[in-house]
């Protein structure tokens, strides 16, 4: 069945956007968003788009194995970050993908970071256009990379 990208912005997603492009040193300022329809966060980072290259590496294939896992982090901690836990969950090949979200550090005294985690259920074909839109977002092609999940 065909989704139009209208139809599409009330799915569960994780969604990374490059606002502001790469200084000299190649230093750009990123979002991540993800929700699941109950729940969601957002979180800026700054890091390198060459990041989503190897993010997309990493993932290429995904799942190999029925216990497959991948992590993965970009940002960088005290000043954002988005770490991701791709998970294998049976030998189906049924996929999960829990994202975490880690802002700055809070201005009180126990100098704490303020996190969520998003859990999203993902298809195999999914992540192959995600690896599609992230080797476009690290190349400097496209601004955004989204992986839409399975609805709740």
């Not at 189906?92 to 700055?104: K, Y």
């Amino acid at each position: 069945m065909y989704i139009d990208q209208d139809s599409r912005k009330d799915l569960p997603c994780l969604t990374f956007l490059l606002l502001v492009p790469g200084d000299d040193d190649g230093v750009a300022l990123f979002k991540a968003e993800a929700q699941n329809g109950s729940f969601g966060f957002s979180v800026e980072f700054y890091g390198y788009a060459g990041q989503f290259g190897e993010l997309a590496s990493c993932i290429r294939g995904f799942p190999s194995e029925s216990k497959s896992v991948v992590e993965f982090t970009v940002g960088a901690t005290g000043i954002g970050t988005c770490m991701l836990k791709f998970i294998c969950v049976d030998a189906l090949g049924h996929m999960g993908l829990w994202v975490t979200g880690e802002s700055r550090r809070t201005p009180f005294p126990e100098k704490k970071y303020q996190h969520a985690t998003v859990a999203l259920r993902i298809e195999a074909a999914a992540i192959d256009r995600f690896h599609a839109e992230l080797l476009a977002l690290a190349s400097g092609i496209s601004e955004k990379a989204v992986l839409y999940a399975v609805e709740p």
